[in-house]
């Protein structure tokens, strides 16, 4: 791998490799060769003081391998390893957005998730950046109005979709390039409600860090929770008791029965398919109704703590529970029938925006979008947390990777969480729920992940002693899986663009975190 | 004499079966529309205003006369204002050619190619909303627009001739006497035609499968995305009396019009309520297929057009054509 590196075991994965800024390339190549499923999960910027920190977290034999390496602050370069790995795309863009790191050889280097008319030189996850100069904005911004185009692209038609669009639920801009009816290309443009929760959690305390990453999502929620709690138990070697984990379990089960639901409606609203939409909300809402049965409320669960999780659940709630679930088994037997039968809906959704096993891999996508191309991943199974070790389910693939896959995935992942959910019901261990831990947390650093609904949702964080965070690092699903949207919406029909980009189940405020 | 003849053609015109209560009977179909979907949906539909929310629609159209009235500035003003209601005009023009309660609201209006007449109007209504589309200087009111107009050509065509079959068992392309020919509904006699032109009827009324124009993930408002106020009120508007328009059509080709049992009293009685519960038989139905799929794709619609719709209407005119010989006997 070359001189200067140095591979030990930390709380980063299962090995965390320190080298020299110049060999990131090799090092980088060297692991994606270890597996033909490795990709990269996230690329983690820090501000060490004097130097930059960057960190690749490489994702290969299902584990994180973490590569950090430090760059001189006043001139932070380093090579692009873009080319080696498509969907390090957006991830060395938005370490370039907030650190001011230059990734040389990026084929389009440019703000991702800052605006426009955001000052050149303030990098706003940098520990010295002045909130200050933002006052001082240049009147002028650097939007290309006036740009002379070429002819060929002059002749293509713009079409956005978003910021406000029906099709979006969410704000986010894409501007669609069209000729006649057919994609030529799409440029996102990302961050429209970008809320600093990275910088904002740095400011509070682990406790309230906790409520703050809840807040990322209002849909995988107690994903977010999970995944930053398992981070900050991973740096203070803190053991959740086992019942604390069952719960926990079922937590997360609900998030993605009642997250999976929700976008099987919205998928229908999309095609047009009003019906679907209303029987699958008005199923949906028992879900809700259980969440708020075991956490005491219904959307932001804030169930979950350091050390356990806040609530018990009452033995004569369990009852409850199961019935709920079988009546939502059945109907899911229902959705099955019309998935498998209903002409229009197979129509609208087959062979529209198909992402090639290759592509996916290729591109990093994660969760059912990369299962439905055929890519055997869930770090549910890799790397089992909470109870999911012990709970026995069913890893879901699909091999054809078009729209209907995707949502097909999600239709059969709501019958295997419910399965889930019932395990963990009839296995539940008793004891404590939670164990008490100090505020103060040690000096550390901790990767964790999460199979949220939308996929793999990556969270480091690294304590400095105190009990506020020195840096904390979302990577959200929906981030990784929008290249597989850009990818499979060229040379498709523009009709089919709303199916498509809902089949990702793309969620902005996880996007904007 | 002259006085009074005038009289009774004012209040058939102006109030029933003319203008008001097609009208409020619009108004009262679009409840009907909206409370069966609703109910199809797993939901209660309008409940609030009158009883069991009968007067929705008129509160919602009221509230949207209310509301501010912009025009774009780079719209074509006269045709952005005037379209949607000279569209609205001819729709309620060609209901008046349709026997409502034995006879049109303008008595002796019907003549003996009217059928062909009043598809006319409605091409003419249709095109009519396409430019209200057009002459909003929206991209996606445009793309809306567009799409109006693709998709109207490719039913068209399958429409008529599907409206032939009624008129050639009838022998006339007059809508009374198709009407007054049916001692046994053509639903009976030519049920595939029937079905056929329930399919198209729904291309034609831009409903679920084929409600591409309005696909609103796509297209946002389509030709309404700019209309605002009294316009878009009109333009609603216009969109209920076409339902209303389809489904009375269907009542008059394969229904047997306003005809039925009379069992005491006035005729006239009798036909109007025959006339409305056959009507609102078939807006149920519209509905329920509505409910039943998703939206195609223009795409797929337009080859459904084309390649289905189009065949298989010819084909059912030539099966109709051949069965005739043991039609007729039947029609007696």
């Known amino acids: 791998m070359g001189n200067g590196v140095q591979i030990q075991s930390t709380h980063l ?65 380093i090579p692009s390893i873009t080319d080696l790995i498509p969907g390090a795309n957006f991830h060395e863009r938005e370490v370039a957005d907030l650190f001011g790191v230059i990734f040389q050889g990026h084929p389009n280097p440019g703000r991702l998730v800052l605006p426009e008319d955001w000052p050149e030189n303030l990098y706003p996850l940098r520990k010295d950046a002045k909130i200050d100069e933002l006052t001082t904005r240049p009147a002028t911004s650097s939007f290309s109005k006036g740009a002379v185009q070429s002819e060929a692209e002059s002749k293509l038609v713009n079409i956005f979709v978003g910021p406000q669009h029906p099709a979006l ?60 709690v398992e981070t900050v138990e991973k740096i203070l070697g803190t053991e959740v008791p086992p019942r604390g984990k069952y719960l926990r379990t079922i937590i997360l089960e609900l998030n993605r029965l009642h997250s999976h639901l929700l976008l099987l409606g919205h998928a ?94 290729k591109l990093c996508v994660v969760g059912p979008v990369a299962r439905a191309s055929g890519v055997n991943m869930d770090v549910r199974k890799d790397e ?52 008490k831990v100090p505020r103060v947390v040690v000096a550390g650093e901790a990767v964790s992940r999460v199979e949220a609904p939308r996929g793999e949702l990556f969270y480091y964080v690294k304590s400095n002693g105190t009990a506020y965070p020195e840096r904390v690092k979302v990577r959200t699903p929906t981030f990784a899986n929008i290249p597989a949207f850009l990818k499979t919406a060229i040379g498709g029909s523009i009709a089919d663009v709303p199916a498509n980009f809902v089949s990702l189940d793309p969620c902005f405020s996880c996007t904007d975190r | 004499m002259e006085m009074a003849l005038d009289l009774e053609l004012i209040f058939r015109v102006l109030v029933f079966p003319g203008f008001t209560f097609i009208l409020f009977f619009t108004l009262f179909c679009d409840w009907v529309e909206r409370k069966v979907e609703a109910r199809m949906q797993n939901r209660v539909g309008p409940a609030v205003a009158g009883p069991a ?71 003419v209504a249709n095109f009519l909303l396409f430019l209200s589309g057009w002459a909003s200087a929206n991209p996606y009111s445009a793309i809306g627009s567009a ?8 039913y068209d065509i399958p429409l008529f001739l599907l409206a032939l079959t009624p008129a050639f068992l009838a022998k006339s392309l007059s809508i009374a006497a198709i009407a007054a020919n049916q001692y046994l509904p ?42 605002c106020g009294g316009k878009l009120a009109f333009l609603h508007l216009t969109r209920d009396v076409q339902i209303v328009f389809g489904a009375a059509l269907v009542v008059e080709l394969f229904l047997g019009g306003p005809y039925g049992p009379v069992f005491f009293g006035l005729p006239v009685f009798w036909y109007s309520l025959w006339f409305i519960i056959k009507l609102l038989a078939v807006v149920v139905i519209t509905e329920y297929v509505t409910c039943l799929f998703a939206r195609l794709r223009i795409d797929q619609v337009l080859t459904a057009n084309w390649k289905i719709l189009l065949p298989l209407s010819v084909l059912s005119l030539t099966l109709t054509v051949a069965m005739a010989t043991w039609i007729y006997p039947l029609m007696v």
């Open chain 1, 384 to 435: 089992p947390y909470e109870a999911y070790g012990e709970i026995p389910f069913k890893l879901i693939t699909r091999s054809e990777g078009d729209t209907y896959a995707r949502l097909m995935v999600r239709l059969d992942e709501v019958t295997e969480s419910i399965n889930i959910i019932e395990y963990a019901l009839d296995h539940l261990p008793e004891g404590p729920y939670r164990v």
């Open chain 1, 268 to 361: 229908g609203l999309e095609i047009g398919y009003e019906t679907l939409f209303q029987y699958m909300w008005r199923d949906r809402e028992p879900i809700m109704d259980l969440t708020e049965l075991l956490t005491g409320n219904r959307v932001i669960a804030s169930s979950l703590t350091v050390g356990g999780v806040r609530r018990d659940l009452k033995e004569t709630d369990v009852p409850k529970i199961k019935t709920q679930l079988v009546i939502l088994r059945k109907r899911m037997d229902f959705y099955q029938n019309l998935f498998n039968s209903e002409p229009s809906l197979r129509m609208r959704t087959r062979n529209v925006g198909t992402l090639s096993k290759e592509d996916a891999l």
């Open chain 1, 169 to 228: 639920l969410e704000p986010e801009k894409f501007s669609v390039k069209v000729d006649g009816e057919i994609v030529k290309a799409v440029e996102p443009r990302i961050g429209y409600v970008h809320r600093g929760v990275e910088k904002a959690s740095e400011q509070r305390t682990y406790l309230q860090d906790v409520y703050l990453v809840e807040r990322i999502c209002g849909i995988c929620n107690s994903c977010h929770a999970s995944c930053f």
């Open chain 1, 13 to 77: 994965g299962k090995a965390s490799i320190q080298i020299p800024a110049g060999s990131n390339r090799n090092v980088v190549k060297v692991l994606l060769e270890t597996d033909k499923n490795a990709g990269i999960s996230a690329i983690t910027g820090l501000d060490l003081g004097e130097k930059i920190g960057l960190m690749y977290h490489v994702r290969t034999n299902g584990v994180i391998v973490t590569i950090s390496t430090e760059l001189p602050k006043d001139n932070p370069q």
């Open chain 2, 147 to 154: 799409r109006v107009l693709t998709q109207f050509l490719g």
């Open chain 2, 186 to 227: 053509f639903i009976l006699l030519a049920p595939w035609a029937f079905v056929l032109f329930i399919i198209t009827l729904q291309a034609e009324l831009e409903k679920d499968p084929f409600d591409i124009p309005h696909a609103e993930s796509e297209v946002v408002g389509g030709l309404e995305t700019e209309y």
């Open chain 2, 53 to 123: 929310g009968i007067l929705q629609p008129l509160a919602d159209f009221v509230k949207l006369l209310t509301k501010e009235d912009i025009v774009p500035r780079d719209a074509k003003k006269l045709v952005f204002k005037f379209a949607p209601i000279i569209s609205f005009s001819f729709m309620v023009f060609a209901l008046c050619f349709l026997p409502i309660d034995g006879a049109s609201a303008i008595p002796g209006a019907g003549f003996a190619g009217d059928l062909v007449f009043i598809m006319a109007l409605v091409t």
